[in-house]
Antibody, heavy 125, light 107 residues
């Protein structure tokens, strides 16, 4: 059974940093691209970052302006999101998601076929 | 960036109704479109990929159509479990983008 379990969320002051983790199990993690998606309270889904299986290709939403960094450790079956210079507008539930494999995919990317339960990040003084 | 526009934002319907949600891309994305269902307090669930391919385990009352810039998600006979919010997403080009969502409410 595919499982994605996020951790590391919590309350942080504006300007602070936080590192989210996602522990993956039930599939070959090193074969899959992964992503982070967030959802502000009462709002829609917003794609944050994606990383290819080997970490060769990394993409971030332009709106993050270099404050967030996605990474992974295939030996530990783990995905990470380092968030710096946090702002109130970063308050959201952050989801870890597996990007599907062929035949789901375009030449560029894939839809998210499995999601974690999410971890809540609150940025407030 | 490719903008995804969903309509309507809210839809009121009854059990048994046929429901259609629209999604428009600001430029052609071929058929690289996914639909997700999200219930309150839960993670999204993949329903449809490549515009019309049904994800394993998803009931056949869900169907997707369209290509290029115009797409639809249809529920042929709305069931109580289907009251939720639905999102489209393009995966043609980074940055990946979602539509604003359509909330399907009980009439």
């Amino acid at each position: 059974e595919v499982q994605l379990v996020e951790s590391g969320g919590g309350l942080v002051k504006p300007g602070g940093s936080l590192r989210l983790s996602c522990a993956a199990s039930g599939f070959s993690f090193s074969d899959c691209s992964m992503a982070w998606v967030r959802q502000a309270p009462g709002k829609g889904l917003e794609w944050v970052s994606a990383i290819s299986s080997s970490s060769r290709h990394i993409y971030h939403a332009d709106s993050l302006k270099g404050r967030f960094t996605i990474s992974r450790d295939n030996a530990k079956n783990s995905l990470y999101l380092q968030m710096n210079s946090l702002r109130a507008e970063d308050t959201a539930v952050y989801y870890c998601a597996r990007l599907g494999l062929s035949p789901y995919c375009s030449t560029t990317s894939c839809p998210a076929d499995y999601w974690g339960q999410g971890t809540l990040v609150i940025v407030s003084s | 960036d490719i903008q995804m526009t969903q309509s309507p934002s809210t839809l009121s319907a009854s059990v048994g109704d046929r429901v259609t949600i629209s999604c428009r891309a600001s430029q052609s994305i071929s058929n690289w479109l996914a639909w997700y269902q999200q219930k309150p307090g839960k993670a999204p669930k993949l329903l449809i990929y490549k515009a019309s391919s049904l994800e394993s385990g998803v009931p056949s009352r869900f169907s997707g159509g369209g290509s290029g810039t115009e797409f639809t998600l249809t529920i042929s006979s709305l069931q109580p479990d289907d009251f939720a919010t639905y999102y489209c997403q393009q995966f043609n080009t980074y940055p990946l983008t979602f539509g604003g969502g359509t909330k399907v409410e009980i009439k």
